[in-house]
């Protein structure tokens, strides 16, 4: 077990820290990513009677809410980044705890104001992360959103109103900022597990038939004032379940959103999990998990991962990987 972390200093030096114990997670339904370090109270927090220790001050601990952190773990110095980001608050106990979050950080004390007859979704996310370390994906729609008004409203509640009113997969990866109807946005590779071997823990994972009892449909107006019904490909139901969202919106992307809808809801609960694996294969948010089961091959198929729970100690690293299965035409 090897692990690469530096966190920002006050003085702005970057210290490559040792802890005692790192735990991350991740996920497509949460906009702020998350990292907690514990390290031992000292070299990190000291009196000044060294006074040429590079940590040393009274009694003060070096890091300081703000400073930037970055965290590689893996096995034998073969490394991969976990999380990036900032440190959101510092915790005294036993142990020295940071409490990191990601870089949707930047965004939480930022207040936004902006008027709009009509614009593009990646002018909004331009306009509303102007002047911060955030990098905006290349497969972000170019959807038109017309008559929008922004009032001294929190940034982060901007991309709440996002996943709301039109719909939008919001997520960070890093400093990677993607909204769209797609769920993940861009492709981020796949890579293989096979249950019993690569695999540490399997039993809360399962795959039942999909649940087809309700439609969805989505109401929404067009240019014109005209209400449309975009019905899923769901042919067989019991009940229909209405969705509103802003006016305006482009049909083709709408289709797109109905579509994730009526997956997400046929999957829920039926064909999705949790597996406890190893740092290697190296996995992030949105990459999909080939499954091999020789025990129970009704289980093999292609996941979308949804979420990441990583841990990192003495006792070694283990990823909690939540899976959803979309089709194995993925």
């Known amino acids: 077990m090897t ?4 966190i920002q200093m006050k ?24 990292c907690m370090i514990e390290l031992p109270l ?14 040393s ?8 809410v703000g400073g930037r952190v970055s965290v590689w773990v893996g ?33 939480k004390d930022k207040i936004f104001t902006k008027s709009y007859r009509a614009t593009k979704l990646k002018t909004l996310l331009a306009d509303l992360t102007q002047g911060l370390d955030i990098v905006l994906s290349d497969a972000i729609p170019d959807l038109t959103i017309k008559s929008v008004t922004f009032n001294n409203v929190k940034s982060m509640d901007v991309l709440e109103w996002l996943k709301k009113e039109l719909l939008c997969s919001v997520v960070f990866r890093g400093n990677n900022l993607y909204a769209g109807a797609s769920p993940f946005g861009e492709d981020y590779g796949r890579a293989k ?18 649940k087809t009892d309700i439609q969805i449909n989505i109401i929404a107006k067009d240019g014109t004032g005209k209400t449309k019904r975009l019905k899923s490909g769901q042919t067989k139901f019991k009940s229909v379940k209405d969705i509103k969202v802003k006016a305006g919106l482009d049909e083709k992307y709408l289709k797109e959103c109905v579509e994730r809808l009526q997956r997400e809801y046929n999957t829920e609960g039926r064909q999705e999990g949790k597996l406890s694996c190893f740092l290697v294969p190296y996995f992030v948010v949105g990459m999909i998990a080939e ?5 129970y091959p009704e289980r093999n198929g292609n996941y979308f991962v949804q ?10 690293g283990r990823q909690i990987l939540t899976l959803k299965n979309y089709g194995d035409d993925k």
Request: hydrophobic fraction near 35%.
């Open 291 to 295: 499954i091999t089961d020789k025990r």
């Open 75 to 107: 096995y034998n110095g073969d490394n991969r980044s976990v999380f990036e980001g900032f440190i959101a608050a510092i915790n005294y106990g036993e142990r020295l705890e940071i409490i990191c979050e990601g870089f949707a950080f930047l965004l």
């Open 42 to 55: 000292y070299p990190y927090l000291k009196n000044n009677l060294t006074a040429t220790d590079i940590y």
């Open 3 to 6: 692990s690469d972390i530096l």
């Open 307 to 316: 979420a990441i729970e990583g841990s990192f100690d003495t006792g070694g």
């Open 11 to 34: 003085d702005g030096r970057s210290a490559q820290v040792k802890p005692a114990s790192v735990k991350w997670k991740s996920g497509i339904n949460q906009l702020v990513e998350s």
């Open 57 to 64: 001050g009274e009694k003060e601990c070096v890091f300081e």
């Open 193 to 210: 597990l096979q249950l019993g071997w690569n695999v540490a823990k399997d039993d809360n994972f399962k795959r039942q038939p999909q």
